[in-house]
């Protein structure tokens, strides 16, 4: 177990009304700077979506994050996808909304809940809308059984090793997963992530997978001040993806995701075609553990 869920409670539901209104208002200035952002970059608003990166926070605090208007969280480390996944799929429910493809918690939304749970169909019966949960962080293959039943899709593969060991048990499960190939665009040897060189070989080795479904691309911006080095790494994921698209080899059509941009390089990330930015500090505050 990791050592700070000895520490913290992470199946905890329950939030005093200060911090929810904290994490509520950060959420909203986030989405207003997505906004800005695909603005300035001359793109349709919507073309880029906020994922909610829920590393050592509780239930009570993600639910805070989706009450305010996430639609999509990512979480690090299968440890704490076991832990809070039944708490974030009840509590979900209850607003009408669907989260992670494990089985579904019967509720029936109570008196606290009900104007939550009616935003939450989406408008076609009593359909719920679905949030995607992500893990973000790098799996170990002795800890894929732990997410499979619940994650729609892996952000972190960065081999074909990996990737067959995630096919082989999504296919025993009956299941497909989405995957991501985490590619090391800044060369840093403390990031994980495939060599670039060896992206596209790697995404069309995965297309060719059962029981997973590549639908795109992720990188860690470069840790410097530098504007133009960060911009560098994300301009060579973009035409890196565009690459594997217009190769058009069997499983590759569905990758088109771009999943880069943090807290600190959205805003450049967004100007070079991301798709998905993950954050956290920006929406939950300074982790008190890492």
Known sequence: MTAYMDHKDLANETIDAARAQ????NVHRVLDSVAKAESDAGRDGGSVRLLAAT??????????????GVRMIGENRPQEVAVKASGLMRQCAQRG?????????????NADVADAATSGTSGTGNAPTHIPLHLIGQLQSNKIGK?????DTIESVDSIELAEK???RAVMR????????EVNESGEASKSGCDPAHAIMLA??????????LQGLMTIGAHVDDERTIRKGFVHLRRTRDQILDAKAPGTERCT????????DMALAIAEGSTIVRVGTAIFGQRAFV
């Open 55 to 68: 590393k050592t926070r509780d239930v009570g605090e993600i639910m805070a994050a989706i009450d305010a």
């Open 97 to 109: 909304f669907s989260l992670g493809v494990g089985e579904e918690v019967p509720v029936t939304p």
């Open 147 to 151: 997410v499979l039943p619940v994650v």
């Open 166 to 168: 995630i096919s082989r």
């Open 204 to 213: 069309q080795r995965i297309g060719t997978l059962d029981g997973i479904e």
């Open 174 to 181: 009956g299941v497909t997963v989405g995957v991501l190939l």
């Open 257 to 264: 995701e771009l999943s880069m941009g943090m807290t600190h």
């Open 22 to 25: 904290e994490i509520t208002d």
